[in-house]
């Protein structure tokens, strides 16, 4: 897919976020790159660069206090082409990153992976 199409997905992706999550967002910038870097597959212990669909860096909200300096913006990036490789179709595509973006912006609000996983047990029923 080309970059600007995908691109647009994202943005698509962010906009369909609840209001009151959105107006929350301050000081974070999303990017798209292709692939991670090896050093963000080192820091999160992921051998394979297809296995991270996107990666939040920053300090969740819950973490912050008053006292929390004033720092460069918190980031969410997306990886293109890991997120290509496990989609067959454009609803898939969109679909894909959806839960991406959603499951980024749930770490950027201090919501743990055992926590989303455990939220998505629950709303599929298990």
């Known amino acids: 897919m080309e970059r600007e199409s995908f691109r647009e997905l994202v943005v698509e992706a962010l906009d369909s976020l609840p209001e009151q999550f959105r ?8 990017v798209i790159e292709d692939w991670p870097h090896p050093a963000q597959l080192a820091g999160l212990g992921i051998r394979r660069r297809r296995d991270l669909l996107g990666l939040y860096e920053g300090v969740p909200l819950t973490k912050r206090s008053v006292w929390h300096p004033i720092e460069l913006p918190d980031k969410i990036t997306i990886f ?7 989609c067959r179709s454009d ?6 990153i959806q839960d ?8 950027y609000f201090g919501i743990s992976d055992k926590r989303l996983r455990e939220i998505r047990a629950i709303r599929e029923g298990r």
């Open 91 to 96: 609803k898939e595509m969109m679909a894909r």
């Open 100 to 107: 991406t973006v959603r499951h980024e912006i749930a770490h």
């Open 80 to 86: 293109q082409k890991p997120i290509e490789m496990r």
């Open 23 to 30: 107006e929350r967002l301050e000081n974070i910038v999303v």
